[in-house]
């Protein structure tokens, strides 16, 4: 039987510090390819990921799902083609050892997609502040009563085989990145699970959670994706 070949996406803006922490420690036999997409860095994150073995990609212009989208046209490009793509922070707030048992659902059971729980795990005190906790709640709230679907986390560590992330036709360029893919599964009745997964606190200042203005924006394009796709 042909092994999995399963490829990793890190997109990655100003994280020095933790991108070489995170590549290195995804379990090296178990992955084709750790894609790290640099997007519009100013330090020596690209240097960085390099050193730790990844493929480079340059994305200048700003956005994590602007990121994952071209990490994306790069994977399905490869040849082999792979089976399923991992998404992973490059902050080192996820365990990317983890991995195996995020995918395992996809290759031992059937499911479509796999998002990695946070709330199902155990989260070092911190690693959350207290408007993600809420912010993520009412997220999965909302998706419960608008898209029947039950979710207990929009977590960005999560895998998906490759054909059905295609399927999705993805197209937030921002925030939105990762409720819009859970709707969207949930919308093409896709095979999803959750696994719990372990969180810590970031390498770094988030640029998102980290600030007023990042938290607001960040919650304002997921509830209007949430309802953009109704």
Do not use: H
Request: charged share 20%; with cysteine; proline share 5%.
């Amino acid at each position: 039987m042909n092994l999995p070949r399963i490829v990793v996406i890190i997109p990655a803006f100003n994280e020095e510090n933790s991108v070489g922490n995170v590549i290195r420690e995804i379990p090296a036999d178990y992955v084709q390819e750790v894609i790290v997409v640099n997007n519009n860095s100013n330090d020596q994150t690209a240097v960085e990921a390099r050193r730790a073995g990844a493929t480079v990609l340059d994305e200048p212009v700003q956005g994590y799902g602007r990121a994952c989208l071209t990490g994306i046209v790069y994977a399905q490009n490869l040849e082999p083609k792979p089976d399923v793509v991992v998404f992973l922070d490059a902050d080192y707030s996820d365990y990317p050892a983890e991995l195996p048992q995020v995918v395992a659902p996809i290759l031992t059971e059937g499911f479509d997609m796999v998002i990695g729980s946070r709330a199902l795990g155990n989260r070092q005190r911190g690693s959350m502040t207290p408007q993600q906790v809420f912010g993520n709640w009412l997220a999965t709230t909302l998706l419960r009563w608008l898209y029947n679907v039950r979710y207990t986390d929009l977590g960005p560590f999560r895998a998906i085989r490759m054909d059905r992330l295609l399927a999705l036709d993805m197209r937030d360029q921002t925030y939105g990145w990762t409720v819009e893919m859970q709707l969207k599964a949930a919308k093409q009745k896709m095979r999803v699970t959750e696994v719990p997964v372990n969180y810590r606190k970031r390498i770094g200042f988030s640029k998102i959670s980290g600030t007023v203005k990042g938290t607001v924006l960040a919650g304002y394009k997921i509830l209007t994706t949430i309802f953009r796709y109704l």
